[in-house]
């Protein structure tokens, strides 16, 4: 309901910024969609944070991790160690509702999967969505020296993830 106070018709200066949005989106470098930055996006009065928060998913250059991967690792260090309850608080560290829940297990697997893994499960218990209660995520000493920029989250995985048209490889990581 609080969204009802920015209904208004639809124009074509709507319609002009959400086709130039979506051009730039579906670029193969973020430089175009970061120049939107520069434009008038007001027709769109949540573009420009969208754009912001997009753009924080691409690796941070101080240890290689998304602002997502960053705040659940975070929040894993901190003590919380149930799958739900990590992804509720890396909820509550968004001002917007960011992702779902499989895009964050994503994460969790990724984290899980790389070599050396950055968190880790309890022998024999596998990652699954929804968790159970024997699932209680750990971080490692690698995760540790990542998140505190001793290493670099890029070269302990392979790095293989889109962000609109921008493919996210080895090869330009």
Same mark, same amino acid.
């Given at each position: 309901?609080?969204?009802?106070?920015?209904?208004?018709?639809?124009?074509?200066?709507?319609l002009?910024?959400?086709?130039k949005?979506w051009?730039?989106?579906?670029?193969?470098?973020?430089a175009h =969609?970061?120049?939107?930055?520069?434009e008038?996006?007001t027709?769109?009065?949540?573009? $420009?944070? #969208?754009?912001? $928060?997009?753009?924080?998913?691409?690796?941070s250059?101080?240890?290689?991790?998304?602002?997502?991967?960053?705040?659940?690792?975070?929040?894993?260090?901190? %003590? *919380?160690?149930?799958? +739900?309850?990590?992804?509720? $608080?890396n909820?509550?560290? *968004? %001002?917007?509702?960011f992702?779902?829940?499989?895009?964050? =297990?994503?994460?969790?697997?990724?984290?899980?999967? #790389?070599?050396?893994?950055?968190? +880790?499960?309890? +022998?024999?218990q596998?990652?699954?969505?929804?968790?159970?209660?024997?699932q209680?995520?750990?971080?490692? #000493?690698?995760?540790?020296?990542?998140?505190s %920029?001793? $290493?670099?989250?890029?070269?302990?995985?392979?790095?293989?993830? =889109?962000? %609109?048209?921008?493919?996210? #490889?080895p090869?330009?990581s």
């Amino acid at each position: 309901m609080a969204l009802f106070k920015y209904e208004e018709p639809i124009t074509d200066k709507h319609l002009t910024t959400a086709s130039k949005a979506w051009a730039t989106f579906r670029s193969n470098t973020p430089a175009h =969609w970061h120049s939107l930055l520069c434009e008038d996006t007001t027709a769109l009065p949540f573009l $420009r944070d #969208s754009i912001v $928060r997009s753009l924080e998913e691409y690796p941070s250059d101080s240890n290689g991790l998304s602002r997502t991967a960053h705040q659940a690792l975070t929040i894993i260090s901190s %003590g *919380e160690n149930r799958p +739900e309850q990590i992804f509720i $608080r890396n909820q509550e560290m *968004e %001002g917007q509702i960011f992702l779902g829940d499989s895009s964050f =297990w994503q994460i969790l697997h990724e984290f899980l999967e #790389s070599d050396p893994p950055l968190i +880790e499960l309890p +022998e024999g218990q596998t990652l699954t969505l929804p968790s159970n209660q024997d699932q209680i995520l750990t971080i490692t #000493s690698a995760g540790k020296a990542v998140l505190s %920029g001793e $290493r670099d989250w890029l070269y302990i995985t392979v790095l293989n993830q =889109w962000i %609109g048209g921008v493919h996210l #490889s080895p090869d330009n990581s």
